[in-house]
Structure formats: C-alpha cells, structure tokens
C-alpha cells in the first residue's frame, strides 16, 4: 500500500479486550502512575521485572500483538543503544571486566546501562499501550477530564481538547487529500522523486499548493458548520459521551496498587 | 494505445486488519477509439479501476497492459504511459495549483518536455476545447467559478495530448448546463480526434446518451459489458446493484406494464417520445 496510509498517529488498534473497555481517564493516569512508579523506585532487575511482568500481562490481556507493540520501540533504537554504549564506557563501578586499548568495561556499568536501557523500554510500552488501546477521541476526553482543575488558572482545557480532537479527526482526511492530489499531479506527469534537493523542493509545489488550500476551505467550512449549530465554547456544554467509570476500572486501580506497592516494597523495604 | 486487463485483482491495505478486496478477478480491454463508460455504486471499485489504467495503482494479482506494456513489469517507464493515458481525477479543480490559469494547463505538457513554442499553443488549444475564452488565461485558477475550474483541470489533462482519455465524474457538482457543455465537449473531442474516452458515471442519463460501450460493476466484479441498450434491459437487477436505468427507459417500462406496444430501452428523451407516439397511434387505429 501506499507510503501515505502507513504514517498513523496513536496507532489505535481496536478491540474489546478489557483492557480497551477500561475508562480512557483511567488508562491515562494509569500510564502516569506507571511512569511515576518506574522514576521513584530504585532501579533494580527485581523491581523492573515485576514491572515489567504487569506490563507484559497487560499487553496480554489486551490481546495486542506483541511485534506490534515491540514496533513502537523502534524510533528509540538509537537512544537506547546509545544509552547502553555510555553507560558500560563511562561507569567505573564494581570489578573491571576487560580493557580494550584505553577503554575499560567494568560490570556496574553493563549493569547500569542495560538496568536505564530497561526503564526507556518500560516507558515506552507504557504509552504504546495506552496509545494502541485507546481511541485518540477518547483520549482527548481524558485529557480534557485531567486538564480541567487547571482551568483555574487560565488554562482553556476545553478548547484545546477541541483542537486536538479537531486535528486527529482531519489527520487521515488530510491525508487521503494528499495522497489523492498527488496521484492527479502524477497523471499529468510530474515527478517528485527525482532531481536534487531544490528540484524535488519545487516538485512539492503542485502537491502543497492545493492541500493547504483545501485545508484552509475545510477550516472555513468546519467553523462555519460549528456556529451554525451553536457552538460557543466548553461552558456549560455537556457531553455526548458521557466517561463512566465501572467495577473494571476499580478492579484495574486495585491491581495496580497492588502491584505498585510490591515495587515499592521491595524497592525500599528489602 | 488498447489496454487490456487480465484477472485483475486489487486489494487495499493487505495484509493488515484494515484489508479490503476492492478488484476480483476483472477481465476487460479497450480498442482504440471506443467511448466506454463505466457505471457502478459508490465503492463497487470504478475508481480504482481507472487508476489501474495509467499505472497509478498496480494489480495485486493479474495483469494490466498498456499499448503493449505491462505496467507491474520491472523498469517500465510509467511516466510515459501517464502521458499518453490521461487521467482527469473526481473533483479535479482541487488539484489546481499555478498562478496563472495558463501555467496550470502548461504543467502536464512541460513535464512532458515539449518545447515552449509548442506549449503555449496547446494551452489556447485545450482551453477551447473545454470552452473557456482565452481572456481568462492570465488569471488565477482560484478567482474562478466551481465549473470553470473543473475545466481548466479538464483542459490541463487534455493539454498533453493524450490518446486515451479518462474521466472520473467529471460533471459530478456541477449544474445542469455546466454538465451538458462538458460532456458535448468531451464527445466532439472523441468525434475529431478519434480518442479513446472512457468515463465513469453516476448518471444513467449521460451514459446512455453518450457512450457506445457500457461497463457496469458492482463488488469490483464486471457484471455486465455490452451496449448501453442491452445492459439497459436488465432494469430490475441494475437497481439490485443499487443502479437504475434512464428516466427514459422507466416510462416506457412503466407504460408496457400497463400494456402499451412500447419498446424496453429508450436511451435519449426523443427516442422515448417517438417509441410513445408510434404506440400511441396503435392504440388509436385499434381502437
């Protein structure tokens, strides 16, 4: 298929798992809470590993793929590597596993390398899963429902919810505009792979031209529509969709609890 | 330039979840100088379809050949197929982009790489052949009417001189008289230069009026490939493809229900009337 189609953002993948059915507002704290969780605790393999285990249950439960999720780590590659290479030259902890020329490896710093590289790791398939199990709309409600005490002091939650809601809505429109101007553009010959830098910059005229165009009508036409049924804002606005939490979302929070508190216990009690 | 497609299959998105077979098995050719038109539901796969005939989507199974040319084959050089298949999309004034009218028409022939002199002169010719004045060549594609960009996308495809010509609704928006212009426009053009057009439709009535050769489809499958008459005929399974005949067509359907010495298919408004009046007079001399 297409380059265009492949380019998806917050990658949802839909499903009736109980995982999907959770609260979005949960499964949004929740993936803080995991964050939270995984900077105050010592870094240790005990405390990763269980982590790491309630994470690899998750995913399971949520029946997503696993080479699916394991995809989402890919644009961390570099950093990762990165992040383990540093650490096992930089670390002069604990007994000198073997020196190459000026460079010395001592095991506290393979240690402390792969323990960081894991913790990246941790980080990113806690939002991946939020990400692939949530509906970006739905997200966006739960953004709203956690921006909403900041409102206080200025902070307009309801509009930028709006706005985001907005701009995923027309992410794939915008892009099936794309791709569809450009298949009318490359009917009538133009090229836009070849050439140099300034060449192939020019080509992209023919495409850009008439997309920020028809953005620019969609925008027009969108406000237009919005005021036409009234739209005035967040204030005094319900909501279609009303967030309900359930007993799944009281079970969830209680495993996480749970598992939390054993991280921490074994973290700091042990 | 004949294209031939052979069990054509195309299928969107494959292999993920959101997979979807939008081609089964089409076997179809067109001969020089045919006017074709296709005629099918939203999403029964015309468009796809049509862009299978320059090389913009490439079969997932089956072949597709062009004037002689395998487009999925290594190496081939589609952009000289693009210019000798043009292709005008739905919607196509949204593809405007030059400052000038005239500088939107020119950019398929420059790609080409035909010469300047050459260039300017195709651009007056196109512009007439869609029925623009040539006054409206040093203004901006974007101060004009809805119907007027269409034509001048029209006249930038048609300014590359190519010898099959693909029309994706091309009068879809537009008003009745906008419509009537374009389509008169197109037929001469086939009539003078003798090019193959192939138009898809959602109009029974232009397709009827206008096309030798009728192509209907449905679940991106052929079902039926004849003359617009004999595919006419078969009103009642047309509507189960969620198609319908010319309002022509349905009063003489309507009148031989009700046992009038009508024929079945009338294409054009005037056929149907003389079909009316010649059982009219019947009716009279019998009684």
Redesign the interface.
């Known amino acids: 298929m297409s380059m265009m189609q492949q380019i998806t953002l917050g990658q949802y993948l839909p499903g009736k798992s109980v995982v999907h059915r959770l609260d979005p507002r949960t499964k949004l704290l929740m993936a803080f809470g995991f964050i939270m969780v995984l900077f105050i605790i010592t870094a240790g393999w005990v405390e990763y590993g269980i982590l790491g285990l309630a994470a690899l249950l998750i995913i399971y439960t949520a029946k997503l793929p696993l080479g699916m999720v394991l995809r989402g780590l890919r644009p961390i590659l570099i950093i990762l590597s990165l992040t383990i290479v540093l650490h096992i030259f930089s670390t002069r902890t604990g007994t000198l596993l073997f020196r190459l020329w000026f460079l010395e490896v001592y095991s506290g710093g393979v240690n402390q390398g792969f323990l960081l590289a894991a913790r990246l790791v941790l980080l990113v398939l806690s939002t991946s899963v939020l990400t692939l199990t949530t509906s970006p709309i739905a997200l966006t409600d739960a953004i709203e429902f956690v921006l909403k005490p900041f409102k206080r002091i200025g902070l307009p939650a309801h509009e930028l919810a709006m706005m985001m809601t907005i701009a995923l809505r027309f992410i794939p429109t915008l892009i099936e505009e794309a791709e569809r101007i450009m298949k009318a553009q490359l009917a009538r010959g133009a090229d836009f792979e070849s050439g140099g830098l300034i060449k192939r910059a020019k080509s992209l005229l023919p495409l850009l031209v008439p997309l920020f165009i028809s953005a620019f009508r969609r925008a027009d036409e969108l406000a237009m529509a919005m005021e036409a049924r009234c739209y005035r804002g967040g204030d005094g606005r319900t909501k279609f969709k009303v967030l309900r939490y359930t007993k799944l979302d009281f079970y969830a929070w209680t495993c996480f609890v749970a598992v939390s508190a054993l991280a921490f216990y074994v973290s700091y009690a042990l | 330039m004949p294209i031939k497609l052979e069990q054509v299959d195309f299928v969107?998105?494959?292999g993920?979840?959101f997979e979807r077979a939008a081609l089964k098995g089409i076997n179809l050719s067109f001969l020089d100088g045919e006017f074709v038109g296709i005629i099918g539901q939203t999403g029964s796969g015309k468009s796809t379809l049509v862009?299978m005939l320059?090389g913009?989507l490439k079969p997932t199974r089956g072949t597709v050949t062009v004037n002689g040319l395998v487009t999925t084959a290594k190496g081939v050089k589609l952009?000289s197929l693009?210019?000798e298949v043009?292709?005008v999309?739905q919607f196509?004034e949204?593809?405007?982009?030059?400052e000038t009218v005239a500088a939107d028409v020119a950019?398929?022939p420059e790609?080409?790489g035909v010469p300047a002199s050459e260039i300017a002169e195709r651009v007056d010719q196109a512009l007439l052949n869609v029925g623009l004045p040539l006054e409206i060549k040093e203004r901006s594609p974007?101060e004009l009417s809805g119907g007027q960009m269409r034509r001048v996308a029209i006249a930038?495809?048609l300014a590359?001189n190519p010898k099959v010509l693909i029309l994706d609704e091309p009068t879809a928006g537009l008003d009745p008289r906008g419509r009537d212009e374009i389509l008169s426009r197109i037929r001469e053009l086939h009539r003078q230069r003798g090019i193959t057009v192939i138009l898809v439709s959602h109009s029974m009535e232009d397709v009827a009026r206008l096309v030798d050769r009728l192509v209907v489809i449905h679940g991106g499958q052929i079902v039926y490939d004849a003359t617009p008459r004999e595919v006419f005929a078969h009103g009642s399974s047309l509507k189960t493809y969620g198609l319908g005949v010319p309002q022509a067509t349905e009063v003489l359907g309507l009148l031989k229900a009700k046992g009038w010495a009508v024929p079945e298919v009338a294409l054009t408004l005037d056929e149907a009337r003389q079909a009316i009046v010649r059982a009219y007079q019947l009716r009279r001399e019998l009684a």
């Not at chain 2, 949204?94 to 030059?98: C, G, V």
């Open positions: 969107y998105a494959g993920s979840p862009q320059n913009l952009k693009r210019q043009g292709l999309f196509a949204y593809q405007l982009f030059a950019f398929g790609n080409q974007f930038g495809v590359m």
